[in-house]
């Protein structure tokens, strides 16, 4: 264990811009969330009403957790924030530990640190120390966060305590899975099903009788129900987990050769098949897997919203007099949110168009653009292969967005023409995500160094004017910009197709013209 | 593969920049068809940029380049059907195994001869099923020197193509370009290997800071450098260093140690024979020397070459 310590300083050295990024994010999401619940259920009133609406609506009991948390104003924002902010801590232990202890290894940087005076198991002592620290420091903002809004005190602690214990749990899984895989995209995978499988099981439990809760690290959190019961023993759990699970990681760590995992890489075929024969089999080769990826992801998240749909509806049958404000009534209502939840769906799907088309700008950076290019494939062969799996890409994630959406508020509706219903909505967006795209290619074309900056910021504009051009006031000029600006709000609005048209040759002409820049430049630095 | 007559590359004045830094500097470079021609110079000279321009990769800032009769910017697609290149740095696809990443090239070259690429994967002793991310660095380069080697492209771009191999699997391309070059198919080496040179190429270029210094035989360059010589008389040395051609001079009364440029070589002995040689033994220069001399400054070169 010779120089942990030493390891442990530079760590966070190298964490002093991504730790406090992450840190923020969860304790701003807790923040939020404890201002808000503590507004619109500030009486004991409000809070019996939404137990009692809640407590039948398994859709909302599956994402958030088990309704004994709603007795109590703290218990609610456990109920509506643990599991989610859960989620992002997983992940911030996941990338923490996989970046220091498998990805340095891969990089062959790790190989440098080894060659010093430094332990066996000193990097990865180092990594869980860091991971220690970090959930640590989450731990207390979190607790700063809730106890600071004006909960009690002793649920708090207990809220901080639960929340750095499942943590570490994911960073003691995180170390396990580093060593049994040989490269950082399995180890990550794995932790991530294993992410998943907790929050399904945990939901699984708490819809149920909360058997199968007892398995997830999540549920271990939520049944110290804080704020409710305040009971500390489930904390026993996770500590154990994680000191197995550290015990083990080091045990495995012993027994395996450096940059080696347990499971071995499988070999793969000597020969290449049909498909991968041209650029674009290529491009489909190297995008297949994040495309997948992204398909399931906005399908569950789409899933998530339409199953909340109903719900929306429900509460405005049992308070008409909301309905009466509106001028559509009711079913303006389901209308318009459902409008609001395509347009975010979307806007994540629009991450993926500047992925996808910065793809080939990554290609380039690594020098793998040059083996292709010397062969008898053109500039525009090469671009249109990436940009033609970025653009029928932007439609499939549309779609899987969609019909998550629409099978499950056709579920709850009992009306299957949801799904056709909504996968055209969500298509609406197709031609606003190629526009995305093409901004990409833009900066390809033109300022490449700069190309992946342009499309976030792209994005992100796009992202601000959709999601708060009303709460910041921004000028309707200022907006145009924005292609998800011009998409009709279906199904709150009537969809027609001259917009759609004018985003589509928009999207055309900025790709041709990224083009012309790709023509003229250098190719590979 | 019609092997035509003249250049198959043809550069004359090549300039190139990137930003403020000059990394072309006036570069000519003539490559005969059917020829093995040796490209060299220190590290950072410009050879893989020269190859990049070849490839319509980069843009040329000046000057004229001529590739198999066609314009390597404009006619790019064209002309990659002929050639095959193998990159300096090679880096693959890490999820792609080492048989698909050479079916790959080769498909999108244009085809490619399977019954070659298996007989390249025995000789290489390479194997195609594994992932490229796990190969070696030396197998690596073997991926892209199989993917360039099975295909019968005429002419044939090599950026450092053995850095990294094994002496035995260095002598298997060695073997491999022998027999390039007698179907008649034109080979660009860049190497920083003196023997593989020597053994393979009909001529070479070699050049420093972005231009051409020296370009022909191997033969002819020896002609151009300097041999040592150690020579004792018996009558005192005198009136040596006076003479053309004439470097370092190590003189004592009766013995004298120098370099002298092969070109004088003629003119010296002619002086030292009336003073009656006793004994004298003539260097020629190894090929490294004759590098050193090419890389490195006019004025140090000289000290280095000495021994
Ligand atoms: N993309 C680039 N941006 C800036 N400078 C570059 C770039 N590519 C090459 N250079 C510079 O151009 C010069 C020539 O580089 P080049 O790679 O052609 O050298 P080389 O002869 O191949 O060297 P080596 O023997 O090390 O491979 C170097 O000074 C290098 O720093
Ligand atoms: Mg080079």
Same mark, same amino acid.
């Given at each position: ?525 | ?64 380049? +001529? #590739?198999? =009769? !066609?314009?390597?910017? @404009?006619?790019?697609?064209? %002309?990659?059907? $002929?050639?095959?290149?193998? *990159? ?18 080769? +498909? #999108?070259? =244009? !085809?490619?001869?399977? @019954?070659?690429?298996?007989? %390249?994967?025995? $000789?290489?002793?390479?194997? *195609? ?179």
């Amino acid at each position: 264990m010779t120089g942990t310590g030493m390891l442990l300083r530079f760590m966070l050295r190298r964490e002093r811009f991504a730790l406090p990024c992450w840190l923020l994010g969860v304790t701003l999401l807790v923040l939020i969330q404890s201002t808000q619940s503590q507004r619109l259920y500030d009486s004991a009133e409000d809070l019996a009403k939404l137990r009692q609406s809640i407590g039948g609506n398994t859709a909302v009991i599956a994402m958030s957790g088990p309704t004994r948390l709603l007795n109590t104003i703290g218990g609610e924002v456990v109920f509506e924030i643990f599991a989610f902010t859960c989620i992002v801590l997983a992940l911030m232990n996941m990338f923490l530990v996989g970046r220091h202890t498998r990805a340095d290894e891969e990089s062959g940087r790790a190989e440098l640190v080894r060659s010093a005076r430094v332990g066996r198991r000193a990097t990865l002592a180092a990594a869980l120390a860091l991971a220690g620290l970090a959930n640590l420091a989450a731990g207390l903002l979190a607790f700063a966060a809730v106890a600071g809004t004006g909960l009690p005190i002793a649920g708090s602690a207990l809220f901080g305590a639960a929340f750095a214990a499942v943590g570490m749990t994911f960073a003691a899984m995180t170390a396990v899975a580093v060593q049994v895989f040989e490269n950082t995209r399995p180890a990550y995978g794995a932790v991530a099903l294993a992410l998943g499988a907790a929050y399904v099981l945990r939901a699984a439990g708490d819809v149920g009788n909360g058997t199968l809760s007892w398995l997830s690290p999540i549920g271990w959190g939520q049944r110290t129900f804080p704020y409710v019961d305040d009971r500390w023993w489930p904390l026993a759990i996770p500590v154990a987990v994680t000191a197995v699970l550290g015990a083990a990681a080091m045990a495995l760590l012993e027994r395996r050769d450096f940059a080696t995992g347990l499971v071995r890489p499988r070999p793969g075929p000597a020969t290449a098949s049909a498909m991968l024969g041209s650029p674009l089999g290529l491009a489909w080769r190297l995008q297949r897997a994040s495309l997948g990826g992204w398909a399931a992801g906005l399908f569950l998240l789409g899933a998530a919203y339409g199953s909340i749909g109903d719900s929306i509806e429900q509460y405005v049958a049992d308070n008409p007099e909301v309905a009466e404000f509106l001028p559509g009534g009711a079913a303006d209502i389901v209308n318009s949110y459902l409008a609001l939840t395509a347009m975010t769906l979307a806007l994540t799907a629009a991450a993926y168009a500047a992925v996808a088309a910065l793809r080939a700008r990554g290609e380039e950076t690594a020098g793998r653009t040059e083996p292709v290019l010397a062969t008898a494939t053109s500039r525009a062969g090469w671009l249109a292969s990436h940009l033609t799996v970025a653009a029928i890409g932007s439609a499939l994630v549309l779609t899987a967005a969609g019909l998550g959406e629409g099978l499950a508020y056709g579920l709850t509706v009992s009306d299957a023409g949801q799904i056709p219903r909504l996968i055209g909505v969500a298509l609406g967006y197709l031609p606003a995500l190629w526009v995305v795209t093409a901004v990409a290619v833009l900066g390809i074309g033109w300022v490449p160094r700069a190309a992946a900056g342009l499309a976030w910021t792209a994005f992100g504009y796009c992202a601000v004017v959709a999601l708060f051009a009303d709460s910041f006031d921004i000028p309707g000029w200022a907006q145009r910009g924005s292609p998800f600006a011009h998409t009709p709000r279906a199904p709150l609005d009537p969809v027609s197709p001259a917009p759609l048209l004018v985003l589509g040759a928009v999207a055309v002409a900025l790709a041709v013209g990224g083009y012309a820049g790709l023509r003229r430049r250098d190719v590979g630095y | 593969m019609g092997v035509q007559n003249g250049a198959a590359i043809d550069i004359a004045g090549l300039t190139k920049s990137f930003g403020r830094a000059k990394a072309l500097d006036g570069l000519d470079l003539s490559v005969e068809s059917g020829q093995v021609h040796g490209f060299l110079g220190p590290n950072g000279s410009g050879k893989t940029t020269t190859i990049r321009i070849l490839l319509g990769l980069l843009r040329a800032d000046a000057g004229t380049v +001529r #590739m198999l =009769g !066609g314009d390597p910017w @404009r006619d790019a697609v064209a %002309l990659h059907h $002929r050639l095959a290149y193998v *990159p300096g740095d090679v880096n693959l696809w890490p999820n792609i195994t080492g048989g698909e990443v050479i079916d790959l090239l080769g +498909r #999108m070259r =244009g !085809g490619l001869d399977r @019954r070659r690429r298996d007989e %390249l994967l025995q $000789r290489f002793d390479l194997d *195609p099923r594994k992932k490229a991310r796990t190969y070696s660095k030396g197998n690596r380069q073997k991926v892209a020197l199989v993917a360039a080697l099975a295909s019968d492209a005429e002419l044939l771009l090599l950026d450092e193509p053995t850095s990294g191999l094994d002496p035995l699997m260095e002598a298997q391309f060695q073997q491999c370009i022998h027999q390039i070059k007698q179907e008649g198919r034109t080979v660009l080496l860049s190497s920083h290997i003196l023997a593989e040179v020597e053994a393979l190429c009909d001529r070479v270029s070699i050049i420093r800071l972005g231009r051409t210094v020296e370009s022909g035989t191997l033969g002819e360059l020896r002609h151009l450098t300097r041999t040592s010589i150690a020579v004792e008389t018996v009558q005192p040395l005198t009136g040596i260093d006076a003479l053309p051609g004439v470097h370092d001079l190590v003189l004592e009364d009766h013995s004298a140690r120098f370099d002298v440029d092969t070109a004088e070589l003629d003119a010296v002995v002619r002086r030292l024979a009336p003073l009656g040689v006793r004994s004298l033994t003539s260097t020629p220069p190894t090929l490294e020397e004759m590098f050193l001399r090419h890389y490195g400054e006019e004025e140090t070169s000289g000290a280095e070459a000495t021994s």
